[in-house]
Nanobody, 117 residues
Framework: QVQLAESGGGLVQAGGSLRLSCAAS????????MGWYRQAPGKQREYVAF???????GYGDAVKGRFTITGDNAKNTVYLQMNDLKAEDTAVYYC???????????WGRGTQVTVSS
């Protein structure tokens, strides 16, 4: 089992920045990649960004060029730097772990990000 602890959400004005963190604990040897999804009220959960243990990254189209994901393998932690935030970025952001096979095996509880326009 892998446990995930997210932090860094909050309220920010449009155009501002936030950094999210997600620390993994437990059976971290299972982790092949970590990243983020988000879910806004009334919408489906949306892919945001992922990073593999080798440092390969991927981003959803809605955040490309504005968000950057980085990772620290020694700390089993990933970070999501979010710049130029927009009202449509408002959502609950969930940390996620891919334990192999390209699908999410573990989810965090989520952290709220609210962008005021």
């Amino acid at each position: 089992q892998v446990q995930l602890a997210e932090s860094g959400g909050g309220l920010v004005q449009a155009g501002g920045s936030l950094r999210l963190s997600c620390a993994a604990s437990g059976d971290t040897f299972e982790i092949k990649a970590m990243g983020w999804y988000r879910q806004a009220p009334g919408k489906q959960r949306e892919y945001v960004a992922f990073i593999t243990t080798y440092g390969r990254t991927g981003y959803g189209d809605a955040v490309k060029g504005r968000f950057t994901i980085t990772g620290d393998n020694a700390k089993n932690t990933v970070y999501l730097q979010m710049n130029d935030l927009k009202a449509e970025d408002t959502a609950v952001y969930y940390c996620a772990v891919d334990g192999g096979g390209g699908h999410v095996g573990y989810w965090g509880r989520g952290t709220q990000v609210t962008v005021s326009s």
